[in-house]
């Protein structure tokens, strides 16, 4: 997958040396001719440590560089122009900003996504892009709005997008919400009643945990 975080990436790396010795069984300290295996003792510490913030350091920059590029893309596509639309018979707008390479979205799979949901004057009001992460949804079955349905899985005149592909949606209320509104909260709704919506759409892929 709407949900908004920071993220941010630090790493200390200390490679001191303890300034203690762990006492040997015989009750002696690390001392005279035990000052070898004291030195190689304390060597190991300052070694682990360098490989841990290594690996730590490399796992936090790959999610900081995934969680910037999504960013990215989202500021993209909200600055993309609107396309020419094609219009089915159920009334659902779309046109294609890039046609995909892969395969269609199976009738009640799970599939990933990624999408900027904006009301008809422009304004976002959800973004899987802000979360760093694509939406994982069931298409086809009646899980998601009618217009995401058709809209991805195709119908009535709408091709199928395939992965990789990026569609742009204009879903009408009927499609969407209908006359009530929804999002709501503590009385607050996030979408009023009889609300068009936008959609960007990028299929990203087939989810892994599909039954084979």
């Not at 009530?180 to 959609?199: K, M, Q």
Request: charged content about 20%.
């Amino acid at each position: 997958m709407a949900l908004s975080f920071s993220l941010s990436s630090g790493v200390t790396v200390s490679n001191r040396f303890h300034s203690t010795c762990i006492l040997k069984p015989n009750g002696k300290s690390c001392n005279g001719s035990n000052k070898v295996l004291c030195s190689a003792r304390k060597d190991k510490t300052p070694l682990v440590r360098i490989g841990l913030g290594i690996v730590a350091a490399w796992v936090m920059g790959l999610t900081a560089l995934d969680a910037d590029a999504t960013r990215i893309e989202y500021y993209a596509t909200v600055a993309e122009p609107m396309c020419e639309l094609n219009y089915a018979k159920s009334g659902l707008g779309y046109c294609d900003v890039v046609e995909g390479f892969g395969d269609e979205a199976p009738l009640g799979e799970l599939i990933n996504i990624h999408y900027t949901a904006r009301f008809a004057d422009g304004i976002v009001f959800d973004s899987s892009y802000k979360r760093a992460r694509p939406l994982t949804m069931r298409i086809g079955v009646g899980k998601v709005i009618r217009g995401l349905d058709q809209g991805i899985l195709g119908g009535e005149g709408v091709p199928p997008m395939r992965i990789g592909g990026k569609r742009k949606l204009m879903i009408p209320p009927l499609l969407a919400y209908g006359p009530e509104p929804a999002g709501c909260f503590s009385g607050d709704c996030n979408i009023p009643g009889n609300a068009t919506l936008l959609y960007d759409i990028k299929f990203v892929g087939l989810y892994s945990g599909n039954a084979k």
